[in-house]
């Protein structure tokens, strides 16, 4: 009997509906830029985004999360906003977002859109306004302008670090200083200031009247700073920013610290007040949580009733390839979550963090979300892509909602060996190279592997190159290939809607030892070895899905280490 035998054989009962299409959707984040070229200048756009919308449609996912297209100077890849109504010319028009739209509803698609609200960029007309004002102005109060310390205002006003690397703040000719948790190009806004909410509640508006189905919220933990800006001598322990993921049982057990500039209770009356916008417009409208907080009880403060439907779940990316730390991450997901009624939001990748597909490759897997190994170490091709294929079934077959990465269904790993001359992250350049960046995670994708830049875009030209091995990555070399990556996922999304997988429960499995995660959901067995050796599967067993080869066959009697299966018991 292992220790395992004392926890509770049920920790999530099935939800009451399958209404509600956000507690249990899988929803595809496109990364614009890297997505698909439909221009020919080598850069993703919405046109792009829109004649590739049917591989969407066929892999099986409901809906979209398109990362942010609007009108900036691309100083961070778009999450610095000129215009947070305006499409940039890099990315389309209007009229291409509205056509977009119209073709994934077509398709059974819903569409959710970036919002940036933490910050704008230094080309928005607000601040180029505040700039030109001066100190003590109206127009400087949407922003955090403070006078400096030191005998002439020579130094920042308080210690704080920006995530990318050096100070938070950045001196202005007049002398005052402005923070930015980020770049210097992407001003903070001040949420105290009654202008700018209004005015993020009238953009929430513009976009739900041209159709869209939610917002994904970026840094929702941000925003409202504590009074009086106070110095913190801790380290940001934002996973987007560190070279450190929090360790499991801190994610679960809450001895993390956000410090003053993070998760502030102020944040929920803005919520709040956003859930109500939301509740005006009928089809059943969804805000997404981008809240790198801890514990997750802090994390489900976001998903209460009257606030966002969803939230990321990265206690659950940061933790290691490792059954017992996964386990209670699981098992602590759904406590919280089930406390105030909301569903648990699983992710995997995004466009801030390594892909899974090298980070469950290193030897402490998982360990770095925001980095590639310690020291030269690279992560293992073969070991990485076998372990995510076993991760992202497991997390397939969990009840909840679910995101996946773009580029994640063809098994891609990140481009480790990219060039630093071509690199074009900000937090490289803020760290002196310290940090590698995420450039790695937004190479474009493979289409095609025998056209010019793996037919990303008509004219073979793509704006990061990609590695020559992606060839056998690429879309058209897996499409109809039984055990590829694409038709793992492709199956995998069937069966979970087929099961009504997302609005399931979950009764733990305690028989197979601590190397393994076993647990019922509805009438459905799922199976993850995360060990080495195999392990010994009950007989007469229907399998429906597997991550990897079984050695046996449909009645396979053994599950190889780093691997995955869905099945029926007899």
């Known amino acids: 009997m292992t220790s395992l035998d004392t926890r509770p054989a049920v920790v999530h009962a099935p939800s009451a509906t399958d209404g509600e299409w956000w507690r249990h959707a899988v929803i595809y984040q496109v990364y614009p830029r890297s997505f698909a070229d439909g221009s020919g200048d080598g850069i993703g756009d919405l046109p792009g985004i829109t004649s590739r919308l049917p591989h969407l449609a066929e892999l099986g996912v409901d809906a979209v999360w398109l990362s942010p297209f609007y009108r900036s100077p691309q100083a961070d890849a778009g999450y610095d906003v000129a215009d ?35 910050h704008t960029s230094d080309e928005h007309v607000w601040f ?46 007049d002398g ?35 159709g869209v189905d939610g917002f994904r919220i970026d840094v929702a933990h941000g925003m409202v700073k504590e009074p009086g800006l106070p110095d913190w001598d801790g380290h940001v322990s934002m996973i987007e920013g560190s070279d450190d993921a929090p360790a499991a049982e801190d994610t679960v057990s809450g001895s993390g610290n956000q410090g003053p500039m993070f998760d502030q209770d102020g944040v929920h009356e803005i919520y709040r007040a956003w859930n109500r ?25 976001y998903v209460r009733p009257d606030e966002m439907q969803q939230a990321f779940n990265f206690a659950f990316l940061a ?15 759904y406590v919280t979550a089930d406390s105030v009624g909301a569903p ?63 580029g994640e269904e063809l098994g891609l790993p990140d481009h480790t060996a990219l060039p630093d001359e071509l690199r074009q992250d900000p937090a490289f350049f803020r760290t002196g190279g310290a940090e590698r960046g995420r450039d790695g995670c937004r190479v474009p994708l493979p289409w095609a592997a025998d056209e010019a830049g793996f037919g990303f875009s008509p004219t073979g030209v793509t704006w990061l190159p990609q590695p020559p091995s992606w060839a056998s990555y690429a879309l058209d070399a897996q499409r109809g290939v039984e055990g590829s990556t694409y038709e793992t996922y492709r199956g995998a999304l069937a069966l979970r809607r087929a099961e009504h997988l997302g609005t399931g429960g979950l009764t733990w499995d305690h028989t197979f030892g601590d190397e393994v995660i076993a647990f019922e959901n509805r009438d459905v067995l799922v199976v993850a070895n995360l060990g080495t050796d195999a392990v010994e599967l009950p007989t007469g067993l229907t399998v429906l899905a597997a991550s990897g080869d079984l050695p046996d066959g449909p009645g396979t009697a053994t599950l190889p280490g780093d691997t995955t299966v869905w099945a029926r018991r007899a």
Not at 150 to 169: D, K, R, T, V
């Open 84 to 118: 947070y109504r305006a499409v940039d010319p890099l990315f389309g028009t209007l009229d291409d977002f509205d056509a977009l739209l119209l073709r994934a509803h077509d398709l059974g698609l819903r569409v959710i859109v970036d919002l940036v609200p933490n």
């Open 128 to 173: 180029e306004a505040a700039m030109a004002a001066g100190p003590g102005s109206a127009e400087r109060e949407r922003y955090l302008f403070r006078e400096g310390q030191g005998e002439h205002g020579e130094l920042p006003p308080n210690n704080w670090q920006s995530i990318f690397g050096g100070p938070a703040w950045t001196r202005v000719a």
């Open 176 to 210: 005052q200083w402005y923070l930015h948790l980020f770049d210097s190009r992407q001003p903070d806004l001040n949420w105290e200031h009654p202008e700018v909410r209004s005015e993020f509640e009238d953009v929430l508006r513009f976009w739900l009247d041209r």
């Open 277 to 301: 916008v939301l509740s005006q417009y009928a089809g059943d409208r969804a805000l997404v949580a981008e809240a790198w907080v801890e514990p997750l009880s802090r994390l489900a403060r």
């Open 319 to 333: 933790t290691l390839w490792d059954a017992p730390a996964l386990r209670s991450v699981i098992e602590a997901s």
């Open 344 to 406: 648990t939001t699983w992710v995997l990748s995004n466009h801030d963090v390594v892909r899974h597909a090298s980070r469950l490759g290193l030897a402490e897997a998982g360990s770095r979300p925001n980095g590639i190994g310690h020291g030269d170490e690279q992560p293992d091709e073969e070991l990485g892509l076998r372990r995510a294929r076993a991760a992202t079934l497991l997390m397939l077959g969990l009840p909840g909602s679910a995101y996946l990465y773009q």
